[in-house]
């Protein structure tokens, strides 16, 4: 049965997690114990870790973890053939971000299957559409070279501190109809919730976000603009207005699912950037070639991943899958499938163009993706424009923190 958004109730299916939790269906050869985003040789390479599963896992295994078990998928046609088949894989109670039971909303458009699903997306059509982005662009290059101005003479910067984070961060406040001002206190609820880790400081900076975003709901409410927020509050769906919950999940929803991922893509990027020079020369030798580059960065850069329950048995690869079984698409290594990218973990900027499984795919690709792509764009361009030369500063040691959208958790620059 569809979920009804006027009314969000919490999942009733089980999460289920442990080596003693592995239901009978589940053949004892596919089981494995991955440690994706959390094991130590995970978080010492992450994506050399998910390009390897290739020669090391089978190409559909069941993960068992303390936090869940999961089917996983790597190859990049059985993750779009997840994607593309919502009425067999949904997204109902697919988010992990946890909720007041007794207060409970959905995180919209992610939690919706079609059909409803679409009259959410078609409400930030227009804003999210490459044209609509591209009214953002100058927006973009002026945050963006204010951001340089601020550290370019030291000739140094701790790159994800003064720009990896910002960015996206400011250009998401002017987005959403957001004071500037708020920069600094965004990028800290954002770091407390999506990377401390701590379960008392996650849910005081989901209370505080809660409740500044109430606030500006309100705001918008009465004294509507051209901003997201106040195109959702004024939304209709179904010739009516949007319930409290569906408007806050709705808003909530696209602060989790449009900062750190930029964040982190970003801050990816950079690290090759800067231990690979002779590439960034290359990349600056060709600045027509841009939109190629950005493509394959993001290929190889892939952050996150898409989790979903199977709501009807089914059967994949030989495999048999049974309703209230969860799936996760492990996007990054998708992207590595050496049957469609060959020498998968090479950027190689000529490459035939092949579709990218970073913003997933099917009816909840990333809706932000337009966005994503040119502020990577912008941000390349006028970092190359202002800093052409630079390096990792000596005796770093990338670290990552576990999570479901990777990156480095630090890195100094020097030039
Ligand atoms: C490089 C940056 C980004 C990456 C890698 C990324 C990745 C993704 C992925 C993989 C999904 C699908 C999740 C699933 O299938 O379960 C998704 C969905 C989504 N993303 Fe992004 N995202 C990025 C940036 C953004 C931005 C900037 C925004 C908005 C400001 C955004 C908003 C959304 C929304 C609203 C959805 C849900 C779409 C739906 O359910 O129909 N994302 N993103």
Same mark, same amino acid.
């Given at each position: 049965?569809?979920?009804?958004?006027?009314?969000?109730?919490?999942?009733?299916?089980?999460?289920?997690?442990?080596?003693?939790?592995?239901?009978?269906?589940?053949?004892?050869?596919?089981?494995?114990?991955?440690?994706?985003?959390?094991?130590?040789?995970?978080?010492?390479?992450?994506?050399?870790?998910?390009?390897?599963?290739?020669?090391?896992?089978?190409?559909?295994?069941?993960?068992?973890?303390?936090?869940?078990?999961?089917?996983?998928?790597?190859?990049?046609?059985?993750?779009?053939?997840?994607?593309?088949?919502?009425?067999?894989?949904?997204?109902?109670?697919?988010?992990?971000?946890?909720?007041?039971?007794?207060?409970?909303?959905?995180?919209?458009?992610?939690?919706?299957?079609?059909?409803?699903?679409?009259?959410?997306?078609?409400?930030?059509?227009?804003?999210?559409?490459?044209?609509?982005?591209?009214?953002?662009?100058?927006?973009?290059?002026?945050?963006?070279?204010?951001?340089?101005?601020?550290?370019?003479?030291?000739?140094?910067?701790?790159?994800?501190?003064?720009?990896?984070?910002?960015?996206?961060?400011?250009?998401?406040?002017?987005?959403?109809?957001?004071?500037?001002?708020?920069?600094?206190?965004?990028?800290?609820?954002?770091?407390?919730?999506?990377?401390?880790?701590?379960?008392?400081?996650?849910?005081?900076?989901?209370?505080?976000?809660?409740?500044?975003?109430?606030?500006?709901?309100?705001?918008?409410?009465?004294?509507?603009?051209?901003?997201?927020?106040?195109?959702?509050?004024?939304?209709?769906?179904?010739?009516?207005?949007?319930?409290?919950?569906?408007?806050?999940?709705?808003?909530?929803?696209?602060?989790?699912?449009?900062?750190?991922?930029?964040?982190?893509?970003?801050?990816?990027?950079?690290?090759?950037?800067?231990?690979?020079?002779?590439?960034?020369?290359?990349?600056?030798?060709?600045?027509?070639?841009?939109?190629?580059?950005?493509?394959?960065?993001?290929?190889?850069?892939?952050?996150?991943?898409?989790?979903?329950?199977?709501?009807?048995?089914?059967?994949? /690869?030989?495999?048999?899958?049974?309703?209230?079984?969860?799936?996760?698409?492990?996007?990054?290594?998708?992207?590595?499938?050496?049957?469609?990218?060959?020498?998968?973990?090479?950027?190689?900027?000529? /490459?035939?163009?092949?579709?990218?499984?970073?913003?997933?795919?099917?009816?909840?690709?990333?809706?932000?993706?337009?966005?994503?792509?040119?502020?990577?764009?912008?941000?390349?361009?006028?970092?190359?424009?202002?800093?052409?030369?630079?390096?990792?500063?000596?005796?770093?040691?990338?670290?990552? /923190?576990?999570?479901?959208?990777?990156?480095?958790?630090?890195?100094?620059?020097?030039?």
């Amino acid at each position: 049965m569809p979920i009804d958004a006027t009314n969000p109730v919490p999942p009733q299916f089980p999460r289920i997690a442990g080596r003693d939790n592995i239901p009978d269906h589940v053949p004892g050869e596919l089981v494995r114990s991955v440690g994706l985003t959390f094991g130590p040789e995970f978080l010492a390479a992450p994506h050399e870790y998910m390009a390897n599963l290739h020669g090391t896992v089978p190409p559909i295994y069941y993960d068992t973890s303390e936090f869940m078990n999961a089917w996983q998928l790597i190859k990049h046609e059985d993750a779009f053939h997840m994607l593309r088949h919502p009425e067999i894989f949904s997204n109902e109670g697919a988010t992990p971000f946890p909720r007041d039971p007794d207060d409970y909303f959905y995180f919209i458009p992610i939690e919706i299957d079609p059909p409803d699903h679409r009259k959410y997306r078609a409400i930030l059509d227009p804003i999210f559409s490459p044209k609509g982005v591209l009214a953002l662009e100058q927006k973009i290059r002026d945050l963006a070279n204010d951001l340089i101005d601020e550290f370019i003479d030291k000739g140094e910067c701790e790159y994800t501190e003064d720009f990896g984070r910002p960015l996206p961060v400011s250009v998401f406040l002017d987005l959403m109809g957001l004071p500037q001002e708020k920069r600094d206190t965004f990028v800290k609820w954002a770091m407390d919730l999506l990377h401390s880790n701590d379960r008392a400081i996650m849910a005081q900076s989901m209370a505080s976000i809660t409740a500044y975003l109430k606030e500006m709901i309100a705001e918008k409410q009465a004294n509507p603009d051209d901003k997201v927020i106040s195109r959702i509050v004024h939304a209709e769906v179904d010739g009516r207005p949007m319930t409290p919950p569906e408007i806050f999940g709705f808003v909530v929803f696209l602060f989790i699912g449009g900062l750190d991922t930029v964040f982190a893509t970003l801050n990816n990027i950079w690290m090759w950037l800067a231990q690979n020079p002779q590439r960034v020369k290359e990349m600056i030798a060709n600045p027509d070639a841009i939109n190629a580059q950005v493509e394959e960065l993001l290929r190889v850069w892939a952050v996150t991943f898409s989790g979903r329950v199977v709501a009807q048995d089914t059967e994949l /690869r030989g495999v048999k899958f049974k309703k209230g079984d969860r799936v996760t698409a492990v996007l990054p290594a998708c992207n590595f499938d050496p049957e469609v990218f060959p020498n998968p973990t090479e950027v190689d900027f000529s /490459r035939p163009r092949k579709p990218i499984l970073s913003f997933a795919g099917g009816p909840h690709s990333c809706m932000g993706a337009h966005l994503a792509r040119l502020e990577v764009k912008v941000a390349l361009q006028e970092w190359f424009r202002r800093i052409p030369e630079f390096a990792l500063k000596e005796g770093t040691k990338i670290e990552y /923190r576990p999570g479901g959208v990777v990156g480095p958790e630090h890195l100094p620059l020097v030039w």
